[in-house]
């Protein structure tokens, strides 16, 4: 109640002040990308940067949802306040089946020291990374740590999105056979940590074996992934899979290889938001003379090439350097 | 021999007059994105639109490779000239198979009428759409008629790149099972043809019936894909599949479509090409103070919220609509 306020400074204050409903209703604005959004960033920007955050991706079915479950009781013990945004950037050929899944979270969801919350795709172009980075940072200032972000599936979107952690775990089920194979060379570049769950069942020794073998392959010069055996539903090896992502939070801060990823992720952060901005500001000069709308219809009836015609948008909304320095200078 | 010389206007002739080893020239260039592209395309470009464009996509192991070459010894029996694109988008998950595939179309890699071209990912951000949308340009100029799209998978990017295309067919087999649930949605956004191969096999007739109710469901005022059951190896079915791929092209012209579709591609691949220049121009100025480098270091140490960041380099590369127009004017 003590942010009922309804502007972005208010919201943000709420979110500061660690209240549920503040960081909910912020997420929310995250998360239809309004316009508040930059406001509410710049306000709670410097508190972030605190929470160590995890990513959680691997294919459907690998019971990650349970995983993350165990892995934020297991934080709870440990009397850290754990944020989780589980996010489903379902293609137009995938549906969402993320929500379900909320369902099997039922043991942490009533727990006031766990903030959790589902994000589905906008179909906007890089939006769901945006968000996520964005629900990250609001969870970061409001005091959680860790935060786990949860994908599934296993294709670029979500390797996009994973990419906002400090350390991925890449979850596994024994008997994906082929599905492995197919999804290797991917897997072995952004894993930090191989959790192989459902332990329990046939294979789960073989999967283990295969997954080593790959990475002798590999090679791993400062960091080689482990690999841990989980159950999740009777959380037998979740201590082993908190101690190896901890351990490798402890190689980040070490190596210097998290400041690296923080400052790639800054990176690419401020690109997608350049690129976003760019893209409204050909939209909003479309109708324009010498807009996008006259050189579409001279593209598609053929009286222009594609490459004349962006080049002569392109040098209408981007001035070349040197005229834009001597705009500056004067 | 008669376009011996290696400019880009030389290479453009050659395309023109149908040179295979000219075309073979450009696709490269366009393939690495080779600053000679836009000269290329300058040239080519007036002479292309005449080609019949059909994609074709569905989940490996549908057999689109032995489709497409029965595809094209259907037109060729009808003097066409046939020009293939085959495209594999490998994410990183997803080792390419394609080339493998093309092994299989031996029986059509001989005849001159035919021209066969694979691509590969770059890796470069929306680079293989614009690649193959160029590269279908060059054969549209050199007077191939129908341009075959073939794609590999059922993601976004394989979406991206096949609506380059007028017609779209979507391959689907028999007993993929939970596969057409999983896939439906999107299928049914963008499938004008569906050709349900290896119809020999069990299943064939409830895959069609399957696919039937839910086109019931989704209701198509305009124009209601039709599905077609063929048998590559054996080529039943093909003459059918070709028919209906025409009946969609006589739709597209007489309603309409036809127009409306490639005026949303003349679109969406001026907003690519206009977003690499921005990437680039990006880049380009960003060792300069208030450049990316700086904003990247401000954010990453979480001196500056990347909102604020992003405005202010914004601001800095595209100016204001009035004050660009007071640029034009002055």
Do not use: C
Not at 101 to 126: C, H, K, N, Q
Not at 145 to 169: C, K, N, S, Y
């Amino acid at each position: 109640m003590s942010a009922a306020g309804s502007g972005p400074e208010d919201l943000a204050r709420g979110v500061l002040e660690g209240g549920a409903r503040s960081i909910g209703r912020a997420i929310s604005e995250v998360e239809r990308d309004s316009v508040t959004v930059p406001a509410i960033l710049r306000r709670v920007f410097p508190r972030t940067g605190r929470a160590r955050i995890i990513g959680i991706t691997g294919p459907p079915g690998a019971g990650k949802s349970t995983l993350v479950q165990r892995l934020a009781q297991a934080y709870r013990r440990a009397g850290r306040r754990v944020g989780i945004v589980a996010v489903d950037p379902s293609s137009p050929f995938t549906g969402g089946a993320i929500l379900g899944d909320r369902i099997r979270m039922s043991e942490i969801y009533t727990d006031p020291g766990v903030f959790i919350r589902s994000m589905a795709t906008r179909g906007a172009l890089g939006g769901l990374a945006r968000a996520t980075s964005d629900a990250v940072d609001v969870l970061d200032a409001a005091g959680f740590d860790p935060i786990l972000i949860e994908t599934v599936g296993v294709g670029q979107d979500e390797v996009d999105i994973v990419r906002a952690a400090d350390t991925i775990a890449v979850v596994l089920v024994p008997g994906l056979g082929d599905d492995i194979q197919a999804i290797k060379a991917g897997i072995l570049e952004i894993a930090d940590v191989f959790v192989v769950n459902k332990a329990e069942r046939e294979g789960a020794d073989r999967a283990v074996a295969e997954l080593s073998m790959m990475l002798d392959l590999a090679g791993h010069p400062e960091w080689r992934p482990p690999i841990v055996k989980t159950s999740a539903p009777s959380g037998s090896g979740v201590p082993e899979a908190v101690a190896a992502l901890e351990a490798h939070g402890a190689h980040l801060a070490a190596s210097g290889e998290g400041r690296r990823r923080r400052s790639l992720r800054a990176r690419s952060r401020l690109l997608a938001l350049l690129e976003t901005r760019f893209r409204r500001a050909i939209e909003a000069r479309a109708p324009e003379p010498d807009g996008l709308e006259q050189a579409v219809a001279a593209v598609a009836e053929r009286r222009e090439d594609p490459y004349s015609a962006a080049a002569r948008l392109f040098e209408e909304l981007v001035p070349p350097p040197r005229e834009a320095a001597e705009r500056r200078s004067g």
